[in-house]
């Protein structure tokens, strides 16, 4: 299993990210995918997440109305569009996913089951 995440670099506040994760090794259409980040010194926190068919998804406060994910089953990757940045969404972005059927609650770390390795966003004031 990879997910390879893409996109990250600096950028100022109100600019505009979109994040890519390209996932192979399973069956992605049988995934739910989320994004989660990492800032220094935080634990990791849920940012976004879209079920298997993308017509369903949901957000954290802080990035609702700013940040839209999608996915593309076709080409097995997921999106983070990232607009109005601000300074305090730097951090370490993850791509993950964990099986459709499971259950648990999506800001939960251990409930997802595989994770791609991060690509770092850093949005200057």
């Known amino acids: 299993v990879q997910l390879q995440a893409s996109g990250g670099g600096l950028v100022q506040a109100g600019g505009s990210l979109k994040l890519t994760c390209a996932a192979s090794?399973?069956?992605?259409?049988?995934?739910?995918m989320g994004w989660f980040r990492q800032a220094p010194g935080k634990e990791r926190e849920f940012v976004a997440t879209a079920s298997w068919s993308g017509y369903t998804l949901y957000y954290a406060d802080s990035v609702k109305g700013r940040f839209t994910i999608s996915r593309n089953n076709t080409d097995n990757t997921v999106y983070l569009q990232m607009n109005a940045l601000r300074p305090e969404d730097t951090a370490v972005y993850y791509c993950?996913?964990?099986?459709?059927?499971?259950?648990?609650?999506?800001?939960?770390?251990?409930?997802?089951?595989?994770w791609g390795q991060g690509t770092l966003v850093t949005v200057s004031s």
């Open positions: 993950t996913a964990r099986d459709k059927y499971k259950s648990g609650v999506y800001v939960n770390v251990p409930s997802w089951d595989y």
């Open positions: 090794g399973f069956t992605f259409s049988n995934y739910r």
